[in-house]
């Protein structure tokens, strides 16, 4: 069985073997904090035995949810923000084809689109009139179902569906994804007898992408949940028990100890385009986990070697409170090979008969060669092939590394008490009900 690698080697110039293994006790703690729920915020450890728990009928049942909405679509808007929209990007922008938006609409392979990820006035203008001539479904997804940015996009675009086929027929193309019980979303979803799924009380936004909010958007663009979910139960069971083997431990002791040792920020970087929202999903999730207490690493991303010609410089000159974690993968799916021209006159015949991947990979290995000479730390990571099983891998390890180096931080990780300030602001802006005195509060503040 192949798995992914992690390789901290180059880190070691910038933080000793010794520093790292000092938190092994830490790390041991905290993974049986994850392991065994006895830490802060141990009502959300759902998503550790997740992968393992789902059962064949329930996968079946998203596939086969999936499978109608195909049947029936020549696009599916995803509807849902945070946790509730970036696992499913990143996983879909991974395994799809980098041209997927310019083919056109089909019946049998829908375009999957995403709404309620902001409040852009044009991006919705601009999705609706894309929409005007389509068969569309929606998945509206929101585990509170009482989220401003989603409970908008779906107002809208219910509107556009009841108006294109009419209420009955909306009603068959419309899956809700959201709380057993609480919320709007809820009530509004049994009052139109939507089809539904549950999102666990006990799975928190961020590590809810192995639930029906990721595996359902996933299986409409026509990749393989099984797969994925099997590729995330083999990391579980690798990442049990405390050890030198186990990665997410690993990940998060080095990352800690780097933290300690000045490295405020760390940047997650791909040589592949695909992975670029697969890095906006990791931003999340550690982000928001770790970010709290005036404490935690600032996760940022870049796209080499796009971005080697814009934050290079930064990367390799810049304050050195930087590390790097690379997520490299090693089979391509598809070979492209350099010509040779007989003129020369771009001076490229010294690559001519190689596959643009070796270049590739030349590019990475010199820039991690630079970047640790550099003094910014390099953690490795190999992707045997951007397939549903690795990525599978790859999203478990992420969130018990997450988990586990959250608890060394001593925060709670899963937990997200900042994200509400922005919301009490905007709510007292609008008048909302019930938020009487913020807005006197901050209108008088704007007045001033
Ligand atoms: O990780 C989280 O909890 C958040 O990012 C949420 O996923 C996000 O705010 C959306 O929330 P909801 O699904 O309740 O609409």
Redesign the pocket.
Known sequence: MKTIQLNIDNALQSVSLEAIKALDKAGADALAKVQEGTGAGNDFLGWVELPGELTTAELDDIKATADGLRRDCEAVVAI?????YLGAKAVIEALSDTFEASRPAEMGNPKVLFAGQNISEDYLYELQRYLSDKKFGIIV???????TE?AIAFRLLKAQLEAQIGVEEARKRIVAITDARRGALRQLATEEGYKTFVIADNV???F?VLTPVGLLPIAVAGHDIHALVEGARQMQQATATAGADNISQLYAQTRNALYRAGKKVEILVNYNPKLHYFAEWWK?LYG?SEGKDKKGIFPAAVDNSTDLHSMGQWIQDGERTIFETVITVVEQAHEVVIPTDEANLDGLNYIAGKRVDEVNKMAELGTRIAHVDGGVPNLLITLPALKEVYLGQLIYFFEKGCGISGYILDVNPFN?PG?EDYKRNMFALLAKPGYEKETEAIRARLNK
Do not use: F, N
């Not at 849902?80 to 509730?84: E, K, V, Y």
């Open positions: 849902g923000i945070g946790g509730s997804i929101s585990k509170s179902g009482t989220t989603p928190g936004g961020r809810s999340q928001e997200q994200v």
